[in-house]
């Protein structure tokens, strides 16, 4: 039990489709983060918020949308997806200090298929 | 541009020891991890270095060579469970993580 979870696990998708990945986390941390992980790649990191306020877009497609209502909660709305967005998508949080950020605690991923 | 080095894969014995190394070239740093993976699940934090030197926590021992932009893990007394992905990562000066691509551990009995 990590603390941080992800819905759905799994999904496919064609490309013409909608859909939404939820993460939630329940440390009392004030900064979320979307990461892509592609095999035997380096994390990407996607999104960042902190307090509530996106920090960070890494120049990520917008067929990628971020929600964050609050500070345990986020959101990745995905739209018009291509194949190669097919990946393990993870959630991850941290407690942001004025010196910088602890380690990040990641929720288990949703596994991305777009056909 | 900002770069984090370690092999893609190694493999050990059951009850040996193994070091994975780590090398980096960051804008910067303010801290190195080791994350643990396991096929199919989240990372999970194993260690966090800044200064030079070794830190130790049960069987993983994690070391820091600031000056030569070099780390390694160390883990003593193999399991099976430590069969994983381990990830190193560097928090440069911006405070930013830039992340290895992972070493896959394969222990073998």
């Known amino acids: 039990e990590t603390g941080v979870t992800q819905t759905p696990r799994h999904l496919v998708m064609g490309m013409t489709n909608k859909k939404s990945l939820k993460c939630e986390q329940h440390?009392?941390?004030?900064?979320m983060y979307w990461y892509k992980q592609s095999a035997k790649k380096p994390l990407e990191l996607m999104f960042v918020?902190?307090?509530?306020?996106?920090?960070e877009n890494n120049s990520v497609p917008s067929r990628f949308s971020p929600e964050c209502p609050n500070s345990s909660h986020l959101f990745l709305h995905l739209h018009t997806l291509q194949p190669e967005d097919s990946a393990l998508y993870l959630c991850?949080?941290?407690?942001?200090?004025?010196?910088?950020?602890?380690?990040?605690?990641f929720g288990p991923g949703t596994r991305l298929t777009v056909t | 541009g900002q770069n984090i080095d370690q092999p893609t894969e190694m493999t050990a014995t059951e009850g040996a020891i193994v070091q994975i190394n780590c090398t980096y070239q960051?804008?910067?740093?303010?801290?190195l991890f080791w994350y643990q993976q396991h096929a199919g699940e989240a990372p999970t934090f194993l260690s966090y270095?800044?200064l030079d030197g070794l830190e130790e926590k049960g069987r993983f021992s994690s070391f820091l060579s600031r000056s030569k932009g070099y780390s390694y893990l160390l883990l003593k007394e193999l399991q099976m469970k430590d069969s994983a992905s381990y990830l190193c990562?560097?928090?440069?000066?911006?405070?930013?993580?830039?992340w290895g691509a992972g070493t896959k551990l394969i222990i073998k009995p």
């Open positions: 991850a949080s941290s407690q942001e200090t004025g010196t910088g950020s602890y380690e990040q605690y």
């Open positions: 440390l009392g941390h004030n900064a």
């Open positions: 918020y902190s307090l509530e306020e996106r920090v």
């Open positions: 960051t804008s910067g740093f303010n801290g």
């Open positions: 270095n800044v």
């Open positions: 990562a560097v928090r440069d000066r911006d405070y930013q993580l830039i």
